[in-house]
């Protein structure tokens, strides 16, 4: 078994295990007077290779203690290669940008630990584990929405053994005791290329999150002292879709916002004690969350354009905790249990703007819908096994809060037409807003009594909401000195609000809150507000005879809401003001103007 201690000024770590790989190089600037300039691609990251601290048959024994800032105990990480920058293109004649083709994923990260490790120093975490998807370069455009680098498997499994009552242990600010984290790379957002006929780079796509997992077990438990230094953190994460660029010229075509990538698996079972006794502080937290969508690219052009439309974005996957172990935070808004899964934002779509004569047309894009998000569950482990207690002291500090959350709609773009001259006609429309994301099932199993005693501290706060619609795009149609002038426009329709999801809560044990507004146990299904309808607006100015018609988007919808489910055996007693002893709501989503 290992015993190491070290002091000194960061960044170090007393155990480090990391792969990282390559990046991609970049493709080459093209500039050309005349005619086709095309710049180079860029090459693919490289694959991040495993990194492991022992292994599931022979964990790495080790007492580690280390002081200073930036001072972490045991870090674990495998990276994926960035992704080479496409090369830029400039021209008079046609334009087009190098396609970025593709980063690496990360490899898997794992920490198989037996003994504890101790951190005083500020940002100086214990225990991290964490796999990372390669990022995209710059500039270009994605080549698949396939491309990108996910995350891979982030592991943690402990066997916590001391002579004192904590084994993992930090003293500073923004140092939490295990981290276990997966995450995607993000999309990189295309630039402009320059030319009078001109592709729009399309945005790269996030990387999905990996699995997330981590087992803690032994004689003793974890311990954090300072502010934002959570005990248990264990999170997948989709990366974000890049945005689209940007173009100009005579003839341009938008391109779309990249795919938000999804969120992976996040799971821990934890059976050993957790107190932490800073101010957001959360004692457990175990979180999928899906990447948004990129946002499409404006076009701006002289004719008839159409834009394109925003990223999917990433869904949240599902996070579930198996308790057996005791859980205590001190400070303000530190949770004790926090389990969530969170959809992504659907991207916006492309505003667009157009100058014609005689006629022009312009059509936003339309918003891409938001994440679902996955399901949520806690469990205690049995009936055989008595649950340690949960308890909060601090202001908005629940003891248990699990929520699954849709990611709301992206917004329509705007349109916008000139029409200068002779006879002028314009047609322009606002981009379709979409609606938002499904809330997922929530589920609640407690067996430990739960004790709060802060102001806005529920005992248990169960909720799954759907996420809001989107705006519609602005329709703007204009005319000027023309003899003879019709302009037609419509704001574009807003999004659907997303529908909430089953909410079920079975508690087992007492509930005992004594702060104001702290319920005692509150479950909710909430469907997502419909979104607005664009405005529409048209001017006509210096013409002898002019006809305007403008019609507003229409308004969309509310999301529905789901069951609510609540049995409890224990006693529950509130004895703040304005403090519910069971609030159950099942509540849909208001329609859009």
């Not at 691609?41 to 280390?66: C, D, E, H, Q, T």
């Not at 080479?84 to 334009?95: E, F, K, L």
């Amino acid at each position: 078994s290992l015993v190491l201690t070290a002091a000194a000024t960061g960044p170090f770590d007393g155990v480090r295990v990391e792969s990282i790989a390559g990046a991609g190089g970049g493709g080459g600037d093209a500039s050309n007077s005349t005619g086709g300039t095309y710049g180079g691609k860029g090459g693919v990251g490289g694959m991040g290779g495993a990194a492991s601290l022992g292994s599931p048959s022979g964990y790495f024994g080790a007492r580690i203690g280390v002081s200073g800032d930036n001072a972490r105990g045991v870090f674990v990480r495998s990276v994926g290669g960035a992704g080479g920058s496409g090369g830029t293109a400039n021209s008079i004649d046609v334009a087009a940008n190098g396609a970025q083709l593709g980063t690496g994923p990360g490899g898997d990260a794992s920490v198989y630990l037996q003994g504890g490790v101790t951190t005083a120093g500020g940002e100086s975490d214990a225990i991290i584990a964490k796999s990372v998807g390669g990022y995209f370069g710059q500039d270009g455009f994605g080549a698949s929405t396939l491309s990108s680098g996910y995350g891979g498997q982030a592991t943690a499994q402990l066997s916590l053994t001391s002579s004192s009552t904590y084994a993992v242990t930090t003293s500073g600010d923004t140092s939490d005791a295990v981290f276990v984290q997966s995450v995607g790379g993000g999309g990189g957002s295309a630039f402009t290329p320059l030319g009078t006929q001109v592709l729009g780079g399309t945005g790269d796509a996030g990387g999905n999150g990996g699995q997330a997992w981590t087992w803690i077990s032994g004689n003793a438990g974890i311990f954090t002292s300072g502010r934002f230094a959570r005990g248990i953190y264990v999170e997948s994460l989709g990366g974000g879709g890049g945005n689209a660029g940007p173009s100009t010229g005579v003839n341009t075509i938008g391109a779309s916002g990249g795919t938000g990538g999804d969120g992976g698996l996040a799971h821990a079972d934890v059976s050993v004690p957790v107190v932490t006794t800073g101010d957001q502080s959360d004692g457990i937290v175990v979180a999928s969350r899906g990447g948004g969508g990129g946002s499409a690219a404006s076009a701006t052009t002289f004719g008839v354009i159409g834009g394109n439309n925003g990223g999917r974005a990433g869904n949240g996957g599902t996070a579930e905790l198996i308790l057996s172990g005791a859980v205590s935070t001190q400070g303000d808004d530190a949770d004790a249990v926090f389990i969530q899964s969170v959809g992504g934002g659907g991207g916006d779509g492309a505003s667009v703007s157009s100058t014609g004569v005689i006629y022009d047309s312009a059509v936003g894009g339309s918003g891409s819908t938001g994440g679902n998000g996955g399901t949520v569950t806690l469990n205690g482990i049995d009936d055989l096994v008595e649950p340690g207690p949960i308890q909060t002291s601090g202001d908005r500090s629940r003891g248990i809060l699990a929520q699954s959350i849709g990611g709301g709609g992206g917004n329509g773009g705007d349109a916008t037409t000139l029409t200068v001259a002779g006879i002028d006609i314009s047609h322009t429309v606002g981009g379709s807003a979409a609606g938002g994301g499904a809330g997922g099932a929530v589920s609640i199993n407690s067996l430990a009594p739960i004790t709060t005693k802060g102001h806005l501290s529920d005992g248990i706060l169960a909720q799954s909401v759907g996420g809001g619609g989107g705006v519609g795009g602005m329709a703007i149609g204009s005319s000027t000195l023309g003899g003879f002038t019709l302009t037609h426009a419509v704001g574009g329709q807003g999004g659907a609000g997303g529908n909430g999801g089953q909410v079920g809560v079975d508690s087992s044990a007492d509930i005992t809150t004594s702060g104001s507004h702290a319920h005692g146990l509150l479950a909710q299904s909430i469907g997502g507000g419909g979104g607005h309808g664009g405005s529409a607006i048209g001017a006509i100015s210096g013409t002898p005879f002019g006809v305007s018609i403008t019609v507003g988007g229409g308004g969309s919808s509310g999301g529905s809401a789901g069951m609510v489910l609540v049995d409890t055996l224990g006693s529950i007693q509130t004895s703040g003001g304005g403090a519910k002893g069971i609030r159950a709501q099942s509540l849909g989503g208001g329609p859009g103007a």
